[in-house]
C-alpha cells in the first residue's frame, strides 16, 4: 500500500512540477565551509596558500603532506619498520614522522599500517592527533582507498563526534564517496546526523544524502549505502526549519521514494509544517490523503506543527480549524463500554491534546494581535466537543491557561475567562483549576479566594489537586484557619482521597510548633476513614508539648490517645521522659515507668520495643531523681534486652546530684531505700 502512495506523490501535479533529486549534482560543501574546515585544519596540517598572480585557483588548495620527491631514493622498509616501531612504543610523533617521509616520496604504508596509524591518531581525544588522522585519511583514499578498511573510518568518526568535530567529518565522508570508497551507512550515517542536528546545519546533511542517493539510483549494488528514515527525517528538518525552502522539502520526498523508505508520523509532520508556513493549503491536503493510503494516524505531533505553520504565516483561522480537528479526532478515539463509560481506544485521556510548546505558541499568536476574545470562542467551541471526555488538565483550556501561566502573563488568563463568562459561554472546571494552581504557586492569596468563590458560585466542584495546592498555599503562608476550613470542604465533597493535605497540614503545624492546633485537628478528623490517623501522629503532639515545657498538655495527649485506643511505643514515652528530665520532673518519670511496667505489654512486649535510647533516658532521670529502686529495676529490663549501658555515665550522675548523701538518714528513713542505694552503688562499683 505505501508503495501506492509513493507512487502517488509523485505522479501528483504539485510534485511533478518539482525538477528531479538526479536531475543536477548539487555542490557538497558551500565557500563558508571550506574556509571553516580549513581553520580546524591549521595551523599543523593544512594552510591556506596565498593566492600568486599565476594562478588563483591555488587559493584555497590543501597542502597536506609535503610534495613528493622524484629524485632521491629512499628505504621504504626501513621507513615502514620505523612506523611500526613507533606505533608499538605508542610514540605517536615519531610514527607521524616516518609516514610524513614515506609520503614525501611518494609512499604509502603497507594495509596493516596505514590503518594502525590513522586508528592509533584516533584514539587520542585531542584535535591535533585527529587533524592527522583526517589528513592521513583523505591522502590515502586520494591515492589508494582500498588499503583503508571500514573499522577505521568507523573509529575516527566515532571520535569526531564524541569530539563534535562535525566538518571534518562531513569532509572524511565526502572524500570516501569522491575516491569510490563505499562503505555501509550504519557506520557514518547516524554520525553525521548526531553531529548536523548539534551544530544546527542540518541542511550539509540533505546535500550528502543527495549525492549517496544518486550513486545509489546509478549503481543498484550499493544498496547498503541506502540512508534510513531516521536521516532523511533529519535532513528534511534542516529544509523545513533551517532552509524553510519547499523544493528542497520535497526533493527529499523524492529521495524517499526512490530508495523505498516509507515516510513516518515525523515525515509528515515536518512536511505540514513548511506547506502550513507556505500557507500551501492544496498540499497539506495531499498530505493528509497520502497518509490515509499509508495507514498513519494524525497525531499530536502532526497537529503542533501544522499550528506552528500557521502561526509562522499568520493565519489564525486556520490554527483554530486545526485546534478543533485535533480535539475531534481524541474525542473520537473515545467510544463508551458496555456500562454507558467513556474509554480511550486509541489515546489516553490523560494526556494533552496538543503539547505545551504549541499551546504556548498559541497563547503568543492570539495575544500577541490581541486577540483575547477569538481565543476565548477557541476554548468554548473545544469545550462543546470535549464533553467531559478529558481529563482536567488536559482539556484544551487548561493548555491555553497553562501557556498563559508558563509566558508570565496569568492576568491575561483571567482576563480570557472575563472575556468566557462575557459571551455567555461556560468555563470548564479545568481552565478555573489551572489559574488557580498558578495563584497558589505565586501565593498571590487574596486573588485565589476570589476565585475559589467564582468556582463555588457557578455550581464546580474543585478536584483533589486544586484543594492541595490550596491547602499548601495556606499553610506557607501561617494560615492555618483557612486550611482547616479547605480541608473540610474537602470532606463535605467526599473527596476519596485526602491524605497529600493532611500530611500538608500536619506537617506545617508541626514545623510551626504549633501542638495544640494539631490535637484539635486530629480530634476533629481521627473517625474519617478516609484518613489514616495513626501512633505517630499522636507523637508528634507529644513531643512538640515536651519541646515546648507544656507538660501537661502532653500528658492530656497521652489520655486521649489511650482513650481512643492508639497503643503508645517508644517514641511517645522517650519525648515523655526527655520533657520531664528537662523539667526535673523525676517523680513523674517514676510515675511513667511504674504505668509501663504495670501495663500488660511490658510483658508480652509487642507494642513498646525498649531500646537502648528509651533505658538510657530512664536510667538517667531516674538516678538523678534518686529513685535507685526504679533504677535497679530499669538495669535489671537492659540486662533482660542485653542492650548495653555505660557505667561510668551514670556513676558521674550520681556523684554530681548525691555525692552528699548519708547512708545513715537513708536507713533511719527506709531500709529498702538503703539496700537499693547500696545496689546501685555495687552495680556502677562506687562501693570497690
Not at 573510518?153 to 569532509?171: C, H, I, Q, Y
Not at 491524605?499 to 473517625?527: C, Q, W
Not at 508539648?545 to 492530656?556: I, N, S
Request: proline content about 3%; hydrophobic content about 40%.
Amino acid at each position: 500500500m505505501w508503495r501506492r502512495a509513493l507512487g502517488f506523490l509523485l505522479l501528483h501535479p504539485t510534485f511533478r512540477s518539482q525538477p528531479s533529486i538526479f536531475s543536477c549534482t548539487r555542490l557538497l560543501s558551500s565557500n563558508s565551509d571550506t574556509q571553516a574546515l580549513y581553520s580546524f585544519l591549521q595551523p599543523s596540517i593544512f594552510s591556506l596558500r596565498k593566492p600568486s598572480p599565476h594562478s588563483a585557483s591555488a587559493a584555497h588548495h590543501p597542502d597536506p603532506l609535503p610534495p613528493p620527491n622524484l629524485y632521491q631514493t629512499v628505504d621504504k622498509a626501513a621507513l615502514e619498520n620505523e612506523l611500526q616501531a613507533s606505533l608499538e612504543k605508542q610514540s605517536i610523533d615519531e610514527a607521524w614522522k616516518a609516514f610524513k617521509a614515506l609520503t614525501a616520496h611518494s609512499l604509502l604504508p603497507g594495509k596493516h599500517l596505514a590503518n594502525s596509524l590513522i586508528t592509533s591518531l584516533s584514539c587520542f581525544n585531542d584535535a591535533h592527533n585527529l587533524k592527522r588522522a583526517f589528513a592521513a585519511l583523505v591522502f590515502i583514499l586520494e591515492r589508494k582507498p582500498n588499503i583503508i578498511t571500514a573499522e577505521t573510518v568507523r573509529k575516527m568518526l566515532e571520535t569526531m563526534r564524541k569530539s563534535n568535530m562535525m566538518l571534518p567529518a562531513f569532509a572524511a565522508v565526502r572524500s570516501m564517496l569522491k575516491n569510490l570508497f563505499y562503505i555501509e551507512f550504519a557506520i557514518w550515517g547516524p554520525v553525521l546526523v548526531e553531529l548536523a542536528r548539534k551544530n544546527g546545519n542540518l541542511v550539509a546533511l540533505f546535500r550528502v544524502l543527495e549525492e549517496v542517493c544518486e550513486l545509489i539510483g546509478r549503481n543498484k549494488s550499493l544498496g547498503f549505502m541506502k540512508p534510513d528514515i531516521e536521516a532523511f527525517n533529519a535532513a528534511l528538518e534542516g529544509c523545513t526549519c533551517e532552509s524553510r525552502s519547499v523544493g528542497d522539502a520535497e526533493a527529499v520526498l523524492d529521495m524517499m521514494s526512490a530508495m523505498a523508505v516509507m515516510p513516518d508520523g515525523t515525515t509528515f509532520a515536518l512536511m505540514g509544517f513548511v506547506y502550513a508556513s507556505e500557507g500551501l493549503v492544496d498540499k497539506i491536503a495531499d498530505l493528509d490523503q497520502m497518509m490515509k493510503e499509508l495507514g498513519i494516524s494524525p497525531d499530536q505531533k502532526l497537529y503542533g506543527s501544522l499550528i506552528r505553520g500557521y502561526l509562522r504565516s499568520g493565519d489564525l483561522e486556520a490554527v483554530e480549524k486545526v485546534v478543533l480537528c485535533a480535539v475531534r479526532q481524541r474525542v473520537s478515539s473515545s467510544v463508551p463500554d458496555g456500562n454507558g463509560e467513556v474509554c480511550q481506544k486509541q489515546t489516553s485521556s490523560d494526556r494533552l491534546v496538543l503539547d505545551e510548546e504549541t499551546y504556548s505558541g498559541i497563547v503568543k499568536g492570539f495575544l500577541g494581535m490581541g486577540r483575547i476574545r477569538d481565543l476565548a470562542r477557541l476554548i468554548e467551541k473545544s469545550q462543546e466537543l470535549e464533553q467531559g471526555s478529558f481529563g482536567t488538565g488536559c482539556t484544551v483550556g487548561s493548555g491555553i491557561i497553562n501557556g498563559c501561566v508558563e509566558l508570565g502573563m496569568l492576568d491575561k488568563a483571567h482576563s480570557i475567562v472575563d472575556e468566557m463568562n462575557a459571551l455567555g459561554a461556560t468555563v470548564g472546571i479545568g481552565v478555573y483549576t489551572s489559574i488557580l494552581k498558578a495563584y497558589c504557586r505565586e501565593h498571590r492569596t487574596a486573588e485565589a479566594a476570589q476565585l475559589v468563590g467564582e468556582i463555588s458560585s457557578s455550581g464546580l466542584r474543585l478536584d483533589e489537586s486544586s484543594y492541595d495546592a490550596l491547602i499548601d498555599v495556606a499553610m506557607t503562608t501561617q494560615d492555618f484557619q483557612s486550611a482547616f476550613s479547605l480541608f473540610r470542604d474537602m470532606r463535605e465533597a467526599r473527596m476519596p482521597n485526602l491524605k497529600t493535605s493532611y500530611l500538608t497540614i500536619m506537617t506545617g503545624l508541626t514545623e510551626n510548633h504549633r501542638p495544640e492546633l494539631m490535637a484539635s485537628f486530629l480530634d476533629e478528623v481521627v473517625t474519617d476513614p478516609r484518613v489514616e490517623v495513626g501512633t505517630h501522629d499522636w507523637n508528634s503532639i507529644i513531643h512538640s508539648f515536651c519541646k515546648l515545657g507544656r507538660l501537661e498538655d502532653a500528658r492530656r495527649t497521652l489520655r486521649r490517645m489511650v482513650f481512643l485506643r492508639f497503643e503508645p511505643n517508644e517514641q511517645t514515652y522517650l519525648s515523655l521522659v526527655h520533657g520531664y528530665s528537662t523539667a526535673e520532673k523525676y517523680f513523674s518519670v517514676l510515675m511513667l515507668w511504674t504505668q509501663i511496667r504495670k501495663r500488660p505489654a511490658m510483658k508480652e512486649q509487642t507494642n513498646i520495643m525498649f531500646d537502648h535510647n528509651l533505658i538510657d533516658a530512664f536510667l538517667y532521670a531516674l538516678i538523678k531523681g534518686g529513685f535507685f529502686d526504679a533504677a535497679m529495676q530499669v538495669v535489671e529490663k537492659a540486662q533482660e534486652m542485653k542492650i548495653f549501658v555505660d557505667k561510668w555515665r551514670y556513676k558521674q550522675a550520681f556523684m554530681e546530684t548525691h555525692k552528699k548523701l548519708k547512708l545513715a538518714k537513708i536507713r533511719k528513713k527506709s531500709f529498702r531505700k538503703l539496700e537499693a542505694l547500696i545496689s546501685f552503688k555495687n552495680w556502677v562499683g562506687l562501693n570497690a
